[in-house]
């Protein structure tokens, strides 16, 4: 099982990324939430990976942290009617600390406006996936680079942000935001404001 892929980030789009290894080049399906934290082109990218095998093809697809690659597997695996695909567009709509702050708390409503979702997926999301998801752990917004394993926050700070970053989205939502768009607008303050930024400053920034 390939778990991880280092080396050169090649070319990129906002559902692909190609590395370069040891004179090959990967091509490896990521969702948008990971495209907005990549390095420039030519710079060293670190993904946490998912190898999906056929029998006519094998496909790579790559996350930002091991947090997102593992609810990934969650979706593929235990979702019914959820395939690689699809769990690669609903990580491309909602970052995975508002996907697991809406299935933990059962918010429907959040899941089933976000684009591509809809009613019945997000219905089978709560029902499916509530007593498998670990103890607050999700995406702490850093950026993709090689020496992320030596700069990333431990697990309970990357908690606190998650649950920050969704607060920070209920936040937008309640004041007329779409899902979509305020999870967007968090993740992007996040990445601006770095680890360790508080709710209010979350908000703030977005609505900025």
Same mark, same amino acid.
């Given at each position: ?36 934290r990549? $390095? /420039? +082109? !030519?710079s060293?990218v670190?993904?946490h990976?998912? #190898?999906?095998? %056929? ?6 697809? @790559? ?51 976000? $684009? /591509? +979702? !809809? ?7 709560? #029902?499916?996936? %509530? ?6 752990v @999700? ?7 090689a020496?992320?394993?030596a ?10 942000t ?11 939502i ?12 968090v ?5 601006a +404001? !770095? ?14």
């Open positions: 099982m390939i778990t991880s892929i280092q080396g050169v980030l090649a070319a990129a789009t906002p559902l692909s990324a190609i590395i370069e290894l040891n004179g090959l080049g990967y091509e490896v399906h990521i969702p948008v939430t990971t495209a907005e990549l $390095p /420039g +082109i !030519g060293t670190k993904l990976t998912h #190898v999906i095998y %056929r029998e006519d093809a094998q496909t790579l697809y @790559g996350f930002a942290t091991a947090e997102d690659r593992d609810f990934f597997r969650l979706l593929i695996d235990h979702v019914t009617g959820v395939g690689p695909k699809l769990a690669t567009s609903i990580m491309s709509k909602l970052s995975v600390a508002s996907l697991e702050s809406a299935i933990r708390t059962g918010d429907l409503a959040l899941l089933a406006k976000s $684009p /591509g +979702i !809809g009613k019945k997926t997000a219905e089978r999301l709560i #029902v499916e996936l %509530r007593g498998k998801l670990g103890p607050g @999700g995406a702490s917004g850093e950026a993709v680079t020496s992320d394993a700069s990333s926050p431990s697990a309970s700070a990357g908690a606190k998650s649950t920050r970053s969704a607060d920070a989205v209920k936040a937008l309640a004041l007329g935001y779409k899902a979509a768009d305020a999870d967007e607008a993740r992007h303050a996040a990445l +404001i !770095g680890a360790g930024a508080t709710t209010e400053q979350l908000i703030k920034r977005a609505l900025a």
